[in-house]
């Protein structure tokens, strides 16, 4: 969770890590100073207060719907473990490829299957049948913890804006005219949010290929497509119900359907 205040006008955000955390923050970045603290907001761990939650701020979470948001933190993990591969070690494979979590060629279907595994050894298998594997996922990994464990239920309250990601542009103005922020200055943040938003996503949607990669071994994933609900596609019911499960208080806090 990254948590941004911006002193000159007392707003506070909330940021979901895979919830276009980056391009907001870059976005933020070139009109506003800000300060960021990257604590979990809860009881257990809150230690100053009017640091992390000053007071007379509007606080503003900003969210993504959990299923899109675990569709991406699924491709977040199986890739950066690439990023420490040197030309030696290319084609080793590791726990992702030994437990089929990482497709290995460019089709949907292998992605899917990949995709539920991965849900399987990491939200049902973390229930019933610990292993040293998964043992704390997701509640240790910030790219998948649910919202309970980042903003604990005593704050939750105290949230003044629940902005869905998909709606920022649309919300963001009204809020920050409330907080006395120049039509100008929010003008200038959205535009530069657009463009943040578009770069970031024609980057995640390339194909990243070196010159030394066997793409019939090892290959950088990237999502196949926009509809991150086919993902889910003839995913078990035991997988389903414990992920609904560990996300009940998000579907709940934020309003967002239950498959």
């Not at 870059?26 to 009017?50: A, C, G, I, Q, W």
């Amino acid at each position: 969770m990254n948590n941004l205040l911006i002193p000159k006008y007392k707003l506070q955000f909330f940021l979901f890590e895979k919830s276009g955390s980056r391009a907001i923050m870059d976005s933020l970045n070139k009109f506003f100073d800000f300060t960021e603290d990257n604590r979990v907001l809860t009881v257990e761990d809150f230690h100053d207060l009017e640091v992390q939650w000053p007071k007379g701020y509007t606080r503003v979470l900003i969210y993504r719907n959990v299923y899109k948001r675990i569709v991406s933190g699924w491709y977040t993990k199986i890739n950066i473990a690439l990023l420490k591969r040197t030309k030696e070690t290319l084609h080793y494979k590791d726990r992702y490829d030994d437990y089929n979590l990482r497709p290995k060629i460019k089709d949907f279907e292998e992605h899917r299957v990949c995709f539920q595994n991965f849900c399987k050894e990491y939200f049902v298998y973390n229930e019933s049948n610990p292993s040293p594997f998964n043992s704390g996922f997701p509640r240790v990994d910030a790219h998948l913890q649910n919202l309970q464990v980042q903003i604990g239920k005593e704050y939750q309250d105290k949230i003044d804006y629940k902005v869905n990601l998909e709606n920022l542009i649309d919300e963001i103005e009204l809020i920050m005219t409330k907080v006395g922020i120049s039509k100008t200055d929010s003008s200038k943040f959205i535009e530069s949010l657009k463009v943040e938003k578009q770069i970031m996503k024609e980057q995640k949607s390339r194909m990243i290929e070196k010159d030394e990669y066997d793409l019939a071994k090892e290959y950088r994933a990237t999502r196949m497509t926009d509809d991150y609900y086919s993902y889910y596609n003839k995913i078990s019911d035991d997988t389903l119900k414990l992920v609904n499960e560990y996300y009940n208080g998000d579907f709940d806090y934020l309003g967002i359907k239950r498959l």
